[in-house]
Every structure is written in C-alpha cells, then in structure tokens.
C-alpha cells in the first residue's frame, strides 16, 4: 500500500516562529502536493512539485515556501508563522497513471 | 481555471438508506478525471471512487455510484444502504488528464449516518 507520511500530527506555535512540516511517501510518486484545510473552503493548493528541486505555486501561496531535495520527501515551511495560518495542513502524492491523490493524516496546526 | 462546486455543506441518512451527493464542476478542458473522497472524522482521506470523462459508463463500486452527466458538467456520488462507517466529509474533486495536472477539491460535504 502506498503511504504518506507526515511527520506531526499536531503542532502549537508561536506567532513568527519557523515552522517546518516534513512529509515523506514511499510510492516513488513524481508529484507531491499541499494542501489547507479549512471549514467551509475545502482543500486549496498551496504548492506542488512535479519531480525533485521542482515546484510551482497554487492557488494561496503567500507566507508559505517548500523544498523537494529528495524524491520521497516534500517539506512545507512557514518562515514566520501567523494566526491566519492556524489550519490541517495535508500533504498528498500522485500517482501520475491514474490521477489519483494518496494523503497522509494531516498535521493540525495552531498559531498562537 | 477549473471550479468545482459541492452545494450541500451538510447531508444526513438513516442507516440503510440510499443518499446522493451532488457536485458540479466547470471546465473547458476535453479529457480530464473526477474523484470522490472520503474523510472520516480524524482520519485519513481516501479514494472513494473515479471516474474518466472519455467513459460514458458511470463508475461503480460496491456500495458507491456515480451518476456522471458530461454535458451538465454534473458528477454525483450514490451511496446505497447506508452504514454507520459512511459518516464523513466528502470531497468531489477535478484533475486534468495530463502527466502534470494539480486536483481542484470542492467544499465538502459533511454526511452523517443515523442509526
């Protein structure tokens, strides 16, 4: 089975800490997503990358920057973290073939 | 850019009931994927059912159908026989049919299961 691992569940911090969200799959998937996750608006891309060092924007990606060293792994960073940035933060991996998106748990942000 | 709209923020079914989700989705794109997800409370999101646009045939799978209207841009998700396990968010989802294509989710709709 393929899984995607985030490396927190849950997370507090303080406003303008670094954050760091690490994300890792073991599928050898090309393509790595993030996702927010709040009432009412759904899951709205934050940024994606289509294989290693790439990436592109999504739709909300003010305050947010990523890295993709390694294949396997996709890491979220929120250089100063914000109140407004208190969210479930998903990561995801694609399957190019078939479209389909395989996510981990989730990692539950709060921005004191 | 593609939209997908799910317009019912919240369902709920007795237990061995048959419910329908409803999503729409707007596209000028040909050649493209659609997906239901499911996210049960604190828990994993995954793949309920898909479906390709190029198939006129409505995907099925066990419990769970389709009723995908191409022209109205419509992609509703059938839950039969409801049970308990089915409470969840649900999430009606687009993707282009290339190599590189980012999914685009709806709102979600939040199904309760009543015993």
């Known amino acids: 089975d393929v899984k995607v691992t985030q490396s927190s569940r849950y997370l507090v911090k303080r406003t303008g800490e670094k954050v760091f969200l690490e994300c890792v799959q073991d599928m050898d998937h090309e393509n790595m997503f993030w996702y927010r996750q709040d009432p009412g608006l759904g899951l709205r891309l934050i940024y994606f990358s289509y294989d290693v060092k790439m990436k592109e924007k999504g739709d909300i990606p003010e305050g947010y920057s990523v890295s993709r060293e390694k294949k396997e792994r996709f890491s979220l960073i929120l250089e100063s973290a914000s109140t407004n940035q208190t969210s479930m933060y998903l990561c995801a991996s694609r399957d190019k073939n078939t479209g389909e998106l395989f996510f981990g748990e989730g990692s539950r942000l709060t921005v004191l | 850019a593609q939209t997908v709209t799910q317009s019912q923020p919240e369902m709920s079914v007795q237990e061995a009931e048959t419910v329908t989700l409803s999503c729409t989705y707007d596209t000028s794109e040909s050649n493209y994927y659609l997906f239901w997800y499911k996210q049960p409370p604190s828990r994993q999101m995954i793949l309920v059912i898909r479906q390709e646009a190029y198939k006129q045939q409505n995907a099925t799978e066990n419990r769970f159908s389709v009723n995908f209207q191409k022209a109205a841009k419509s992609f509703s998700l059938k839950i039969s026989d409801s049970q308990l396990g089915d409470t969840a968010m649900y999430f009606c989802?687009?993707?282009?049919?290339?190599?590189?294509?980012?999914?685009?989710f709806g709102q979600g709709t939040i199904l309760t299961v009543h015993p």
């Open positions: 989802a687009f993707i282009r049919g290339t190599s590189y294509g980012k999914l685009t």
